[in-house]
């Protein structure tokens, strides 16, 4: 969704702003500044809004604050569009469907301010990039599950004792496809030899993300792992 198009949709939640002073907006946005980057921003951006002092104790408004910050962020993260464009963006939807609310030239001004001040949050971008790159995969695991049954081998007469049977073993993986909206699932038959295999490479895999979380905070600050 191209970031105007969101922000036109967004603009009954964007238009809060408008009455919510800029010291307000200062003093949520040094504390959204403290959040750990991590896949899921709109989350920790609820937490800060909910105990945000600053903030007049209404479940309506906080919704709307939090909406419209991970609105914002969602527009500028979303496309190749720059702070100042989802700004201009944003106050172009407010004007558009709330007129009486900019009336005031200073007010769309002091508006502008502020939207930049919320999209200037570095935390939230990087929670943002984390998650693009993440997602930077044609496919994306989402679940696993290994189903066991047993399938007899049948003597030529029907009659007879069973002379055998098979363990079989089917590995379903269910995956998340770019582009569409429906998870997708794929099954993989497999022998007993074949799970001690991915067993053993999963357990190999493990190893390599003990070393690497030993090795890498001499180098970066945070390390993040998808869920």
């Known amino acids: 969704m191209a970031a105007r198009t969101f922000l036109e949709e967004a603009a009954a939640e964007l238009v809060v702003f408008v009455t919510t002073s800029s010291a307000v907006i200062e003093a949520l946005a040094r504390q959204l ?19 945000c002092d600053a903030i007049e104790q209404d479940d309506d408004n906080r919704k709307k604050i939090t909406n419209a910050i991970n609105g914002l962020h969602y527009a500028l993260a979303s496309t190749k569009a720059t702070i100042s464009d989802v700004v201009e963006g944003a106050v172009a939807s407010v ?11 200073s007010t769309e001004e002091d508006l502008k301010l502020k939207l930049r001040v919320l999209l200037s949050v570095k935390s939230i971008a990087l929670s943002n990039k984390a998650y693009s790159l993440r ?15 047993v399938r007899p081998v049948f003597a030529e007469d029907l ?10 073993h089917t590995l379903r ?25 991915l067993k053993d490479a999963l357990e190999r895999a493990m190893k390599k993300s003990m070393v690497l979380k030993k090795t890498i905070p001499s180098v970066v600050s945070q390390i993040l792992e998808s869920d």
């Open 33 to 51: 500044d403290q959040i750990p980057i991590t896949f899921d921003s709109a989350d920790e951006v609820s937490k800060v809004v909910e105990a």
């Open 159 to 168: 009659n007879d004792p069973l002379p055998a049977a098979l363990i079989c």
């Open 135 to 149: 997602a930077e995969q044609e496919r994306i695991f989402l679940d696993g599950r290994v189903l066991t049954d």
């Open 95 to 105: 004007s558009r469907w709330f007129p009486e609310s900019l009336r005031d030239p």
């Open 173 to 197: 993986l269910t995956y998340e496809v770019a582009g569409k909206a429906e998870n997708q699932e794929f099954f993989l038959a497999m022998g007993s030899k074949d799970l001690e295999s």
